[in-house]
């Protein structure tokens, strides 16, 4: 009995801890000080929001975003607080509706747009977060309808 009042506590403590997480200056803080563990909201109604995970008060690794209905609306990775690597977005029906690349926080790689059935409608490119490249977009018929050259070296 009392080994399982001891774990209710330790259980209790450890839920209170987490909610003197805060968000402080762009950092996220534990009683003051930066915090390194998991990160969940929830919206007003008490759906999951958003689950992450802060290294040093900046958000590190894979995050997903949730709509209400619990289905995934975006997936990606910080570094160092920074978007990172290939982001994925879903509509709320679970189709991916966009996919984007970013390098230390800026616009990188080729960015791709789907309407919500999931069909190609817009392929963009970005270095170092400029417009660069070939840009496309397309109809509904998969054809392209227009074309939009951009160069980097002005």
């Given at each position: 009995?009392?080994k399982l009042?001891?774990i ?9 801890q ?6 402080v200056?762009?950092?996220y ?5 930066l915090y390194?563990g998991p990160?969940t909201?929830?919206?007003e109604n008490?759906?999951?929001k958003?689950?992450a995970y ?7 690794g894979?995050v997903?975003y949730?709509y ?11 570094t160092?607080?920074l978007?990172?690597?290939l982001w ?22 080729t ?5 919500d ?8 490119s970005y270095?170092?977060?400029e417009?660069t490249?070939t840009?496309?977009?397309?109809d509904e ?6 074309s939009?050259a951009y160069n980097?070296m002005?």
């Amino acid at each position: 009995m009392k080994k399982l009042i001891l774990i209710a506590c330790f259980a209790l403590g450890t839920l209170t801890q987490a909610q003197n997480i805060t968000m402080v200056d762009g950092l996220y803080k534990e009683d003051g000080k930066l915090y390194t563990g998991p990160v969940t909201s929830y919206n007003e109604n008490g759906a999951k929001k958003s689950e992450a995970y802060a290294k040093d008060g900046l958000l590190e690794g894979k995050v997903i975003y949730f709509y209400d209905n619990g289905r995934i609306m975006e997936e990606g990775t910080y570094t160092a607080g920074l978007k990172a690597g290939l982001w994925t977005r879903f509509n709320n029906a679970g189709i991916k509706i966009g996919e984007a690349g970013y390098d230390h926080g800026k616009k990188n790689g080729t960015w791709m747009v789907y309407d919500d059935n999931g069909q190609k409608r817009f392929q963009m490119s970005y270095k170092d977060g400029e417009k660069t490249g070939t840009w496309l977009q397309w109809d509904e018929r998969g054809e392209v309808i227009k074309s939009t050259a951009y160069n980097t070296m002005n």
